[in-house]
Structures are given as structure tokens and as C-alpha cells.
């Protein structure tokens, strides 16, 4: 049977032999490139070489993971790509998904969930880390009010799960003065008074 080609973009190069080493040691698949940054990757598949399914990390040295996967798909559209990084920012998650990534995988996944995940890729499978999974989920039982732009719901999550401003500047790498403002546009949007309100009301939804 012939093996299903991969590369792998991660500017980590232990981490990125480590998961060669994986994948060639499968019945099924084969790393036909390993690359250190997503320019590399790009000039690999300009020259004409082939790939079925490209694992990338998000934060590299040069271009990111998510362009990347977008200059990629533009030579070669029938790449299945899967993110592979230890960011589960609910951005990064929806901006990789909207680039054209199948899955997204958190990179403390061990072998075997690896070659599983690559398995079910070929199968028309979108295969995510259990955390990632939920986020995606808690993002359609969240009520997207028309009204809020993409980064106030990703506030109104977190502060429905109760976090503070400080946690959630942390997790969406902004300022705790630009959250502060954030959650004062949520609140006259929503017609709330505090936290608590929106704890109260939004709350049940995201747990």
C-alpha cells in the first residue's frame, strides 16, 4: 500500500523530529518534507513537490502557521492541513478553520492520538484536541448578538466563565485597558450592569 505523503512545519526542531519520527514510523503515512518555517514549506511545494496532508504550528519564526496554509492551498487546494501548536486562543482556532484547516491538534497529543488524527483526516474526518473541540462548540452556544463584533463575543465567553480582566487580556493577547473598554461596549449592547449579570445570564452556556 502506498503511503499517504506529509510535511510538517515547526520551528522547534526537536519537536519537529519527534513527530517525523512518528509519522515514519507508521504503516500508513511518510514525511515527505520537514520544514523549519513556512517560507521553506512554500518553496518545497513551488517546486512542484506533492503532499496529502501538512501538519503546521501557528506561531513560527517568519510567515505564521495560518498563511502558510494560505499560500499553500493557493499551489496545491487539495492539501488537508492541521494546525499543531500549544495556542488554543479561540482566534487563532477560527482564523486557521477559516484558512482552510481541517483540524486542529493541541502538541502534548501523544503518537498514537497523532496517527489516529491523521487517519481520520483521510477519511473526511476534522479531527481537534478535546479543548479545541469545545471551544468550537461553546462559540455556536454563545448568542452571537448581531450587534457585537467578533472580538466582544470572544470577551463575553470569558467573562461568562467568570475570568478576570487581567486572565483575559492574557488569553487574547491584548491589554487589560483594551478589555476594560470591551466589556463596556458589551455591557450597553446587552443592557447589563456587571460581571455577574453576564455570568448569570451567559454563564449556564459556556460550561
Not at 517546486?47 to 519564526?61: E, H, P, R, Y
Not at 510567515?63 to 494546525?83: D, M, Q, V, Y
Not at 482552510?100 to 483526516?121: D, F, H, M, R, W
Amino acid at each position: 500500500m502506498n503511503k499517504l505523503n506529509i510535511i510538517i512545519i515547526e520551528d522547534h526542531e526537536s519537536i519537529l523530529e519527534s513527530f517525523k519520527e512518528i509519522i515514519n514510523s507508521s504503516d500508513k503515512f511518510k514525511v515527505t518534507g520537514a520544514f523549519l518555517s513556512g517560507e521553506k514549506a512554500i518553496e518545497f511545494i513551488n517546486n512542484k513537490n506533492s503532499a496529502d496532508i501538512m501538519l503546521v504550528d501557528i506561531q513560527l519564526g517568519g510567515i505564521n502557521g495560518i498563511e502558510t496554509i494560505k499560500e499553500i492551498k493557493k499551489k496545491k487546494p487539495s492539501i488537508l492541513p492541521i494546525i499543531i501548536s500549544v495556542h488554543e486562543n479561540s482566534k487563532f482556532i477560527f482564523d486557521a478553520l477559516c484558512a482552510g484547516a481541517v483540524g486542529y491538534l493541541n502538541k502534548n497529543i501523544s503518537p498514537k492520538e497523532l496517527i489516529t488524527a491523521l487517519e481520520q483526516t483521510c477519511s473526511g474526518g476534522a479531527p481537534m484536541s478535546s479543548n479545541i473541540a469545545r471551544k468550537v462548540v461553546e462559540s455556536f452556544q454563545l448568542p452571537h448578538e448581531k450587534e457585537l463584533s467578533e472580538r466582544e463575543n470572544e470577551v463575553l465567553t470569558l467573562l461568562s466563565k467568570g475570568k478576570s480582566y487581567a486572565s483575559i487580556a492574557d488569553e487574547l493577547f491584548l491589554s487589560i485597558n483594551t478589555i476594560k473598554t470591551h466589556t463596556r461596549n458589551i455591557y450597553e449592547k446587552l443592557q447589563v450592569n456587571s460581571k455577574k449579570e453576564i455570568m448569570d445570564k451567559y454563564g449556564e452556556k459556556t460550561k
